[in-house]
């Protein structure tokens, strides 16, 4: 398949070798910060890196999954918590959406922010070709089927743990008013 030659070609592993560098490395607050500051300087001065970064996050639809995802995951979390007796009677359905929808903008801004600054760092060692390469790869019916098959995968599994760690916190806030 496309997506098999690619991932086994010269581009592929490397910028699957450079992106877990970058996401391991930005679980430090500071690599993180760093990372944000290099996207936003990379914006501002209207380097085409970022043109070529943004075309990838772009291709693979990062910021609105991302988005969508985050969201999504805080519904269930707010679901397992009521499910679980952890929200007060006057917190329905509705009310929970309401809530979960007021952080859609927050959720956006510190979304687009680690995932420019994640792509900056993740692909500096690629060579302008080689990020081209793969923002072509993205934008393939086979990037995009398995960037969809991806985000429905990690979809399912956060809105899952979401809700049951929802569950979680609603039995240790019974627990606590015993």
Do not use: C, H
């Amino acid at each position: 398949s496309l997506a098999t030659a690619f991932f086994e070609g010269p581009v592929g592993p490397k910028a699957i070798e450079t992106e877990l560098e970058a996401r391991e490395a930005m679980l430090d607050e500071e690599v993180d910060r760093a990372a944000r500051d290099m996207a936003d300087k990379l914006r501002e001065d209207g380097d085409p890196r970022y043109d070529l970064v943004l075309a990838f996050a772009e291709a693979n639809d990062l910021i609105d999954s991302n988005v969508s995802g985050a969201l999504n995951a805080n519904l269930q979390f707010f679901r397992g918590l009521a499910a679980g007796g952890g929200l007060g009677p006057d917190m329905d359905e509705a009310g929970i959406l309401q809530e979960v929808w007021s952080q859609e903008s927050a959720v956006r801004a510190d979304t687009e922010g680690w995932v420019m600054g994640f792509l900056a760092l993740a692909y500096q060692p690629l060579a302008d070709e080689e990020l081209r390469a793969y923002v072509e790869f993205s934008e393939s019916p086979a990037g995009q089927e398995l960037n969809r098959a991806m985000f429905a995968a990690f979809d399912q599994m956060f809105n899952d743990i979401s809700f049951r760690l929802g569950g979680a916190v609603a039995e240790e806030l019974a627990g606590q008013d015993l």
